[in-house]
């Protein structure tokens, strides 16, 4: 029976919000742990020197995973590091809000490639592997505002992580027979230093119409969504596949059909 001692975890976008809470968590586990960033490379080795300060096994790898080659390339080095991937985070993701009449067709491509493309990417670099091993965790970060939630300027971001949502379903049947899951947990409005931003003020605002949106009165941590994260990934979750967790605290503010 497979250990947490035994998983290699890459995690996309790793280095900062709820990439780095996954990452971390991935950690304490037990999992060796490869850290994915673009640009923040202080943000990513800072991770990793805590990691391996506190007992574990990480190492941070740049790469876009928008870019096959350099996913491959990725996915090599971490073979070299600890052995072969059985746990993928697709975590990375870009957005861009807009309305119809403001949307950038440039900015919406890059969602598209990032969203769902690098969804594609990783999990084609990383089957081979657990296919022969005939076991795999793949793990996918969408967000709520796929299912539908009512926020404006969010349809062009929604319909990527939408994109995402439906490669879940459909690589979970196309791998389910090799062991491997997919699973993908959509979260709702999280605190991270991207939506908190430099205004206090403004942010508490925010925060606080936001959490009244949801049935338990707040809005989410980056841990909320590492917790759910730690159980699709787990190797007890071996009879959990082709599953959408929302895990928003209960929002309300969903499109009617």
């Given at each position: 029976?497979?250990?947490?001692?035994?998983?290699?975890?890459?995690?996309?976008?790793g280095?900062?919000?709820i990439?780095?809470?996954?990452?971390?968590?991935?950690?304490r586990?037990?999992?060796?742990?490869?850290?994915?960033?673009?640009?923040?490379?202080?943000a990513?080795?800072?991770?990793?020197?805590?990691?391996?300060?506190?007992?574990?096994?990480?190492?941070?790898?740049?790469a876009?995973v928008?870019d096959?080659?350099a996913?491959?390339?990725m996915?090599?080095?971490v073979?070299?590091?600890?052995?072969?991937?059985?746990?993928?985070?697709?975590?990375?993701?870009?957005?861009?809000?807009?309305?119809?009449e403001?949307?950038?067709?440039?900015?919406l491509?890059?969602m598209?490639?990032?969203?769902?493309?690098?969804?594609?990417?990783?999990?084609?670099?990383?089957?081979?592997d657990?296919?022969?091993m005939?076991?795999?965790?793949?793990v996918?970060?969408?967000?709520?505002?796929?299912?539908?939630?009512?926020?404006?300027g969010n349809?062009?971001?929604?319909?990527t992580?939408?994109?995402a949502?439906?490669?879940?379903?459909?690589?979970?049947?196309?791998?389910?027979?090799?062991?491997i899951?997919?699973n993908?947990?959509?979260?709702?409005?999280v605190?991270?230093?991207?939506?908190?931003g430099?205004d206090?003020?403004?942010?508490?605002?925010?925060?606080?119409k936001?959490?009244?949106?949801?049935?338990l009165?707040?809005?989410?941590?980056a841990?909320?969504?590492?917790?759910?994260v730690?159980?699709?990934a787990?190797p007890?979750?071996?009879?959990?596949t082709?599953?959408?967790?929302?895990v928003d605290g209960?929002?309300?503010?969903y499109?009617?059909r």
């Amino acid at each position: 029976m497979a250990t947490w001692r035994d998983q290699v975890a890459l995690v996309t976008g790793g280095g900062r919000g709820i990439g780095r809470a996954i990452a971390r968590r991935l950690a304490r586990e037990g999992a060796s742990v490869c850290v994915n960033y673009l640009k923040r490379a202080d943000a990513a080795e800072s991770l990793v020197a805590d990691i391996i300060a506190n007992g574990g096994r990480a190492i941070a790898v740049a790469a876009d995973v928008a870019d096959d080659a350099a996913v491959e390339g990725m996915v090599d080095r971490v073979g070299a590091a600890f052995g072969s991937v059985t746990i993928l985070v697709n975590n990375a993701g870009v957005s861009h809000k807009a309305t119809l009449e403001s949307y950038d067709p440039d900015k919406l491509e890059r969602m598209r490639q990032v969203n769902a493309g690098g969804i594609i990417h990783t999990t084609r670099a990383v089957m081979t592997d657990m296919r022969r091993m005939r076991y795999g965790r793949i793990v996918n970060i969408t967000s709520i505002a796929a299912m539908g939630t009512s926020l404006a300027g969010n349809a062009f971001y929604a319909a990527t992580k939408a994109e995402a949502q439906i490669l879940t379903l459909r690589f979970a049947m196309e791998l389910g027979t090799h062991g491997i899951t997919v699973n993908a947990v959509a979260p709702g409005f999280v605190q991270t230093e991207l939506t908190k931003g430099t205004d206090e003020e403004a942010w508490k605002v925010r925060s606080q119409k936001m959490g009244a949106l949801a049935m338990l009165g707040r809005i989410g941590e980056a841990d909320d969504i590492a917790n759910a994260v730690a159980f699709f990934a787990s190797p007890d979750a071996g009879w959990v596949t082709a599953q959408v967790l929302a895990v928003d605290g209960g929002r309300m503010d969903y499109l009617g059909r």
